[in-house]
C-alpha cells in the first residue's frame, strides 16, 4: 500500500477509518486523506491484475468503505461521508495482505474475467456450492483467490470465491449462501 | 377465516373467494434479469429439470410446480428470486426508470425492492428503509445475492424520514432532498396472506386494525412530503380491510397534495375497483381508481394497490 498522504500530515493525527458511515475513496494517492485507505485506481487495478476485469467495468460506480478495509461499489454518487446501513455492494476486503473478493461480486461483475478462473465440471460445481473444499491437482494457475465457476445455460457462469493453495480449492462460499444442489 | 366474513358484501361470488383463501398458494418466482435474461434463466430451469409455468400476465414471473425455489443453480446464481406473484404489482404501478431516485418506504425483506431495482436496470438511486433493523439484514442478504449495486439502505422510522444523511440543506451538489417516487408497502393486518400463513389472522382485531391504519397515514403522508410534485407514489397492502386501504388513501387525498391516477394492471390480471362506502363511512370517489385483488380472481393472495400524483 502507498503512502502518499500529504494532506494530514499538517495537521497532527490523521484521520482515521470510521466504521458508522461510507467514505468515497480517494480517485488516487494523491488524494488520500485516511491513511491505508485504497484508491479508485488500486481497486480497479486489482480487478483488473487479478481476475483480467476490464477497467471500463467500474465506469458507473462509485466506490466507498465502511467498516477497517470493506470496500462498497455503488452505481450512482451521493455525499461523503454518509451514514447508512448499505451503499450498492461490498466487493472486496481490502488493508490486508491478500485481497479478498466477496462471493456476489464475483458473481455480478466477473463474467467477463480472463484470469484465475477455474471452471468445474458439475461434481465439482456442486461441491462448491455446499461449501466443501475439494483436491484439484489438474489446476496449474496462481495459489490465491480465484474464481470458480461453471457452465450454465450455454455460458460459463461464476459461481464464487476459490481459495486455490497446496493442490486444495476451498470454497468460500458464505454459510447463508450454501445449498445442495447435487 | 371467520373474519373474513365481514368482507361478504364487497366480493362478487363470496363462495369462491373463500374456498381460495383456504387453498395453498403456488410458489412463485420471479427472474432478476440484472443476472440472468428471461430466456436463459428459463433454460436453467429446463436443464435442471424444474417445471414451471409462465403467469399469463407477466413472462418473467414463472409459478413453479413444486415447492421452494431455494435448490437450483439458477436461484443460486442470483437469476431468481421467489416473490408472491401478487407482489409484482405495484412495482409496474411505480414504472421507476433508470436514473431515477426513489424511495421504498418499509423495504424489508425486499422482494419488491429488488424488483424496483431490476426495473431502473440497476441505475439511479433507490433508498430502501426500514425501522426494523433485523429485517434490513434479510433486505441487504437479498439485495446483494441479486447483485443491485443501486441500493442505499436506511433504518429511520418512515413517518420521519430524514434526508440529513443525504446532505439535506448544504450545498452539496450531490445532496438528495426530493425523491422522484416512492412505494409505500406499508405494514399492515396481513388478511390478504392467510393462503401462505394460516394463522394470518389468529391475531386480528379492530384495534390492531387501527392503529396500524394509523402508521400507514403517517407513511404515505411523508411519502407524498418527499416526493417532488409531479411525481408517483404508490400505496399498496396485502389486506382486504378499507380502514387500512381507501381510508389511508382518503385520509391524504383530503389534506390535498395529492391525486389519485388511473393505473390498468397488466392484461390478463383482474382486479376491483376500490370502494368509496364501508362501515357507515363514505371516501374520496376517485378511491375507485384502486385496485383491490381477491385471491379467487387470479389464484393468487389478496391485495391492495393504488397510485397517486403528488400536486404539490
Not at chain 1, 466477496?102 to 460445481?125: G, H, I, Y
Not at chain 2, 404515505?220 to 381510508?247: D, H, M, W
Request: charged residues 30%; contains cysteine; proline residues 6%.
Amino acid at each position: 500500500m502507498t503512502d502518499a498522504d500529504s494532506a494530514a500530515d499538517s495537521a497532527g493525527d490523521p484521520p482515521e477509518n470510521d466504521g458508522q458511515q461510507f467514505d468515497r475513496l480517494p480517485t488516487t494517492a494523491d488524494e488520500r486523506v485516511v491513511p491505508g485507505r485504497p484508491t479508485r485506481e488500486e481497486v480497479v487495478q486489482w480487478w483488473e491484475q487479478r481476475f483480467g476485469v476490464p477497467p471500463e467495468t467500474w465506469d458507473g460506480h462509485t466506490f466507498w468503505e465502511k467498516g477497517n478495509g470493506k470496500i462498497w461499489a455503488f452505481a450512482a454518487d451521493v455525499v461523503s461521508p454518509i451514514a447508512v446501513e448499505g451503499l450498492g455492494l461490498r466487493i472486496l476486503r481490502a488493508r490486508q495482505e491478500h485481497w479478498k473478493p466477496s462471493t456476489n461480486a464475483v458473481q455480478r461483475f466477473c463474467r467477463d474475467a480472463t484470469e484465475n478462473v477455474v471452471v468445474l465440471d458439475d461434481e465439482e460445481a456442486a461441491c462448491f456450492a455446499r461449501g466443501d473444499d475439494q483436491e484439484l491437482p489438474r489446476w496449474d494457475g496462481d495459489w490465491g483467490y480465484v474464481v470458480a465457476a461453471h457452465e450454465i445455460a450455454g455460458d460459463i457462469e461464476p459461481i464464487g470465491v476459490g481459495l486455490y493453495l497446496h493442490g486444495e480449492l476451498r470454497s468460500t462460499v458464505p454459510k447463508g449462501r450454501r445449498e445442495d444442489l447435487e | 377465516m371467520q373474519r373474513l366474513e365481514r368482507y361478504a358484501s364487497l366480493v362478487d361470488d363470496f363462495d369462491a373467494f373463500r374456498a381460495a383463501c383456504e387453498r395453498p398458494l403456488p410458489s412463485v418466482v420471479r427472474v432478476n434479469t440484472l443476472k440472468a435474461s428471461i430466456e436463459r434463466a428459463r433454460e436453467a430451469l429446463d436443464a435442471e429439470g424444474v417445471a414451471y409455468e409462465a403467469t399469463d400476465w407477466h413472462p418473467g414471473v414463472l409459478r413453479l410446480d413444486e415447492r421452494g425455489p431455494g435448490t437450483s443453480w439458477p436461484y443460486f446464481h442470483g437469476w431468481l428470486h421467489g416473490q408472491e406473484e401478487v407482489s409484482a404489482l405495484p412495482a409496474l404501478a411505480l414504472d421507476p426508470q433508470p436514473g431515477e431516485v426513489v424511495w421504498d418506504a418499509a423495504a424489508a425483506p425486499g422482494s419488491k425492492t429488488t424488483q424496483l431495482a431490476d426495473l431502473m436496470e440497476d441505475e439511479g438511486v433507490l433508498v430502501g428503509n426500514d425501522n426494523n433493523l433485523g429485517r434490513l439484514s434479510a433486505l441487504r442478504h437479498n439485495a446483494e445475492r441479486l447483485g443491485i449495486t443501486n441500493l442505499v439502505v436506511t433504518n429511520q422510522d418512515a413517518r420521519n424520514f430524514s434526508f440529513k444523511p443525504f446532505g439535506d440543506r448544504t450545498d452539496d451538489a450531490k445532496r438528495i432532498e426530493a425523491f422522484d417516487k416512492a412505494l409505500v408497502d406499508a405494514p399492515c393486518s396481513c388478511e390478504g396472506t392467510i393462503r401462505k400463513n394460516p394463522d394470518a389472522l389468529d391475531r386480528w382485531s379492530m384495534t390492531h386494525v387501527e392503529s396500524v391504519a394509523g402508521i400507514q397515514k403517517g407513511i404515505l403522508r411523508r411519502a407524498i412530503q418527499a416526493t417532488k410534485p409531479g411525481g408517483t407514489v404508490v400505496y399498496s397492502t396485502c389486506t382486504f380491510a378499507p380502514e387500512e386501504n381507501e381510508a389511508v388513501l382518503d385520509h391524504v387525498l383530503d389534506e390535498g397534495d395529492c391525486e389519485m391516477r388511473e393505473w390498468d394492471a397488466p392484461e390478463g390480471f383482474e382486479t376491483d375497483p376500490g370502494v368509496t362506502e364501508w362501515d357507515g363511512e363514505t371516501y374520496d370517489p376517485s378511491v375507485e381508481l384502486a385496485h383491490r385483488v381477491y385471491p379467487h380472481r387470479n389464484d393468487t393472495g389478496g391485495f391492495f394497490c393504488a397510485k397517486l400524483e403528488v400536486t404539490a
